[in-house]
């Protein structure tokens, strides 16, 4: 069965200072997406970047970049120059590949402080 | 922008209320999803729908059903809620396609405390 793991359930990190999120994942289908999620305090998941199980190039959008590391089976999220408005949940997630359908899979979430 | 809006931010109700949540998406989107969030576990999958009055279970439907009478709008109905339906309900939907960069954008979420 598939499945994400993130194994730190609280993070800080100084203003401006760089922060890796880390995200393991399990699956046996060769094919397979994996995404970042940020929740703020407000609530909404926002969708941050997107890593396909064969693309050539890590993933990367503005500050965010991901350190996809297929053979540790490992995606985790890069945030540089961190700001006090990155303080939030966030989730990696998997596309789950059985049944056809586009669901996902989400690990438990870490929770980030940027502290000024 | 996609947006996708749940009615309410904050419920409480009672044990045994029948209990809605409404969940409206703008952008023609087939697949429609209802998560529920408790610290510790993530995302949950409850039910999803890919079409008009098309249901499938997810991960944990025990005590829930939906409704998708209209593309736009997914409804989350717990029939006699309990304490243990205390927590963060949030809805999402996607385009049917099949690739693996299948984004799904999310709403606000719900948080619905059962007394």
């Known amino acids: 069965a598939q499945k994400i793991t993130q194994t730190q359930p609280g993070m800080f990190v100084q203003e401006k200072e760089a922060v890796t999120l880390d995200c393991t994942y399990d699956t046996s289908d060769p094919s397979y997406g994996l995404f970042w999620y940020k929740q703020p305090s407000s609530g909404e998941m926002i969708f941050l970047i997107y890593q396909g199980s064969y693309d050539q190039q890590n993933a990367t959008e503005g500050r965010y970049s991901l350190n996809f590391q297929k053979a540790r089976k490992s995606a985790n999220l890069v945030i540089s120059a961190s700001q006090l408005g990155d303080s939030a949940m966030y989730f990696c997630?998997?596309?789950?590949?059985?049944?056809?359908?586009?669901?996902?899979?989400f690990g438990a979430g870490t929770r980030l402080a940027v502290h000024p | 922008d996609v947006k996708v809006t749940q009615s309410s931010r904050y419920l409480v109700k009672r044990t045994g209320e029948k209990v809605f949540l409404e969940c409206v998406q703008d952008?023609?989107?087939?697949?429609m999803f209802w998560y529920r969030q408790d610290p510790g576990l993530g995302l949950r999958l409850i039910y999803f729908?890919?079409?008009?009055?098309?249901?499938e279970k997810g991960d944990i439907p025990e005590g829930y059903s939906v409704s998708r009478e209209k593309k736009e709008r997914f409804s989350l109905i717990l029939e006699s809620a309990s304490t243990n339906q205390t927590s963060m309900y949030l809805c999402?939907?996607?385009?049917?396609?099949?690739?693996?960069?299948?984004?799904?954008?999310f709403g606000a979420g719900t948080r619905l405390s059962v007394l």
């Open positions: 729908s890919y079409d008009v009055k098309m249901k």
């Open positions: 952008m023609d989107h087939e697949n």
């Open positions: 999402a939907s996607s385009l049917l396609q099949t690739g693996n960069r299948n984004i799904q954008y």
């Open positions: 997630a998997m596309r789950e590949t059985s049944g056809g359908y586009n669901k996902l899979i």
